[in-house]
Nanobody, 119 residues
Framework: QVQLVESGGDLVQAGGSLTLACVGT??????????MGWYRQPPGKQRELVSS???????DYADRVKGRFTIYRDNAKNTVYLQMIDLKPEDTAVYYC???????????WGQGTQVTVSS
């Protein structure tokens, strides 16, 4: 079965840290050859891209998370990670991973993982 499975979300206090993981199962080697990203959807808002990583490890971040979030990947495990430090209440959202590209190129969304940051 082809799916993306996110994990690692939790309830933390402001200033805390979390590391999220996303495993792509059933994609075989294609996962390793895709630009992957972490997205988030805050309550009542649209889903947004917060970070991306190329096949060779080049990274990009939304301005609001620069310096606090780090994306990395382990292609041998078909896994992409998001390390988050100095979390803020505005980081509260459901976090998802997926390919980065046109809407038609995205894989089916996983269930996401909830991150809640209390003030």
């Amino acid at each position: 079965q082809v799916q993306l499975v996110e994990s690692g979300g939790d309830l933390v206090q402001a200033g805390g840290s979390l590391t999220l993981a996303c495993v792509g199962t059933g994609y075989g080697s294609s996962f390793a050859f895709r630009v992957m990203g972490w997205y988030r959807q805050p309550p009542g808002k649209q889903r947004e891209l917060v970070s991306s990583i190329t096949v060779r490890g080049a990274t990009d971040y939304a301005d609001r998370v620069k310096g606090r979030f780090t994306i990395y990947r382990d292609n041998a495990k078909n896994t992409v990670y998001l390390q988050m430090i100095d979390l803020k209440p505005e980081d509260t959202a459901v976090y998802y991973c997926n390919r980065v590209g046109s809407l038609s190129s995205l894989w089916n969304w996983g269930q996401g993982t909830q991150v809640t940051v209390s003030s």
